[in-house]
């Protein structure tokens, strides 16, 4: 297989794992498939990580599901902490399989403190969260393995996908979270990415930004003013009101930003995250600053 070096430059240097995954979430960007292929990208992902530049700042694991390798994603870590010493780990993850305290245990000892996990929150309620991640008792086991990541001091990213069945709930999770999830390192609320499952199902999830960005800014003051740190991503500054601004990084990875007509005369664009180039719909309300 022929592979594609790290670029020191990119923002987004990321080790794809597995098609496979024991969610099937209704607004995935990547449906899973049902295909033999850790094996396989498994040592694709070796090679890479013997050739990444050693000064690279951090490295993604992404799927598909990863702990689904089971003993080859501990492998895999620790041929990153062996080779790239310095570099941080940035996962995602569903936090199912981290239920298992053992699993947890040994990916902290492979990882030490160079892992960051980022695992969806998609509702405050149990039966939301499972409906929308497509899976019964995934609400209960996402809790147990955050707890789990928690008790190894791994660190928590928590990310909510906004879509038209939790929207209304911004600010209850934002509660949430505070009262039972506090060790979280921070919080991401995220647009969605419009690809994929979130088209097969856009007549039962999409929403535009400017319908819920009053819940929005609601939840993120929220957290923010219990000292959170509390992030928005993959919304365009001009959908935001100003004092929100601060709020935003350039989310989207850099291979797959865009930027419309009306983006080119903003004052703003360098410090936008833009649009998903892999959206085939752009949002309403766009604006120049």
Known sequence: MNYRPFDI????????????????????????????DIDELYDYNL???????????????????????????????????????????HMLSN???????????????????????GIPLHSDYFKDHDMIAGKKNAFNDTMYGLYNLAYEHISIELRVVIISLNYKRLLPIAEFIHKNLPFTSWTAFMGMEY????????????????????????AVKY???????VAIYNIPLCLLPQEYHHFVPKSISDWKTK????????????????????????YNGLKAY
Request: proline content about 5%; aromatic content about 6%; charged content about 20%.
């Open 259 to 282: 930027y419309l007509n009306i983006c080119q005369e903003c004052k703003m664009k360098d410090k936008c995250c833009g649009l998903f180039s892999t959206s085939i719909k752009s």
């Open 47 to 89: 090679t890479l990580i013997k050739n990444a530049p050693k000064d690279i700042p951090i490295i993604g694991i992404s799927g598909g599901e990863p702990t689904l390798l089971g003993k080859k994603l501990i492998s895999l870590i620790a041929e990153i902490r062996n080779n790239l010493p310095n570099t941080e780990i």
């Open 95 to 117: 936090g199912r399989k981290f239920c298992n305290v053992e699993f947890t245990h040994e990916i902290k000892e492979v990882a030490g403190d160079k892992l960051i996990v």
């Open 195 to 218: 690809v994929g499952y979130a088209v097969t199902n856009s007549s039962k999830i999409w929403i535009e930004p400017i319908e819920y960005i009053h819940l929005l800014t609601k």
């Open 9 to 36: 430059n990119s923002n987004d240097n990321t080790l794809f794992v597995t098609s496979q995954c024991n969610n099937n979430c209704i607004m995935c960007c990547q449906p899973p498939k049902p295909i033999d």
């Open 223 to 229: 957290l923010d003013e219990w000292h959170y740190d």
